[in-house]
């Protein structure tokens, strides 16, 4: 299977702690960063992953993080004048694969989110989704039955909070590669990649569903008490550290 990870935003969330590293080179331990943990899970559990990294801000410091780890890096040079639709843009070309999954870099799960959901083969589209932890400045989902009805920042009236987790079938990530491609040759390049994903959905009768990960534990690393939860289930994890 091949992995996207978008990391190379600045984090503006966090501006006043990333000034000297990306968040996603936050420790969770003395030897394990966000980013180290996501691939390493990656990689215990799919031993054949076909691992891509998007890079921009402080680019040098995610590559020597995981310089050993067997992944590819592709680089968004634009990072500071756009957003992540421009970064999955540069890495079009992997979503020609037979199955995809994309990640946000700044994501900590549980080994048990990683080794059911994560690795595991997919024959439709689905993103994860909790539905006990929607908060109104976060990226949300509303949904209906058990289909995305559309998926925003600060979304009025969502249902639950988006995971930053998508799994796709060939043919969906075809469709979203060329999606991405109409949107930036009409410079949308200042949206997420997700936004791609809403236009599908809501003018291409794009169909997509949803797994609730709520009774696993998860992370997406926004802020200081994001952390100490990341690195809370990075502790209870079997074995402590992935590697």
Not at 137 to 161: C, F, H, P, Q
């Amino acid at each position: 299977m091949t992995y996207i990870i978008p990391a190379a935003g600045k984090g503006k969330f966090l501006q006043s702690i990333t000034l000297n590293y990306p968040k996603t080179s936050y420790k969770l331990d003395e030897n394990t960063s966000v980013i180290q943990r996501l691939v390493r899970g990656i990689r215990k559990y799919d031993k054949n992953a076909e691992i891509v990294v998007i890079v921009g801000y402080m680019f040098g410091n995610v590559k020597k993080e995981l310089e050993d780890d067997n992944v590819i890096f592709v680089q968004n040079p634009f990072y500071d004048v756009t957003n992540s639709i421009s970064s999955l843009w540069f890495a079009r070309e992997y979503l020609e694969r037979e199955n995809v999954t994309i990640l946000h870099g700044d994501m900590v799960f549980a080994d048990s989110i990683m080794e059911k959901y994560i690795i595991s083969d997919t024959d439709y589209p689905y993103v994860f989704i909790d539905k006990t932890a929607n908060k109104e400045d976060s990226y949300n989902a509303m949904i209906k039955e058990d289909k995305i009805v559309t998926m925003s920042r600060g979304l009025v009236n969502s249902s639950v909070k988006y995971c930053g987790v998508i799994k796709l079938d060939p043919v969906s990530s075809r469709l979203l590669k060329r999606e991405i491609d109409s949107m930036i040759q009409n410079n949308m390049y200042d949206l997420y990649w997700e936004d791609a994903m809403v236009q599908m959905i809501m003018f291409r009768r794009f169909e997509l569903y949803y797994r609730d990960i709520s009774n696993d534990e998860w992370a997406e690393v926004n802020s200081v008490e994001d952390l100490i939860h990341a690195q809370d289930i990075h502790k209870n994890s079997i074995g402590g550290n992935v590697r």
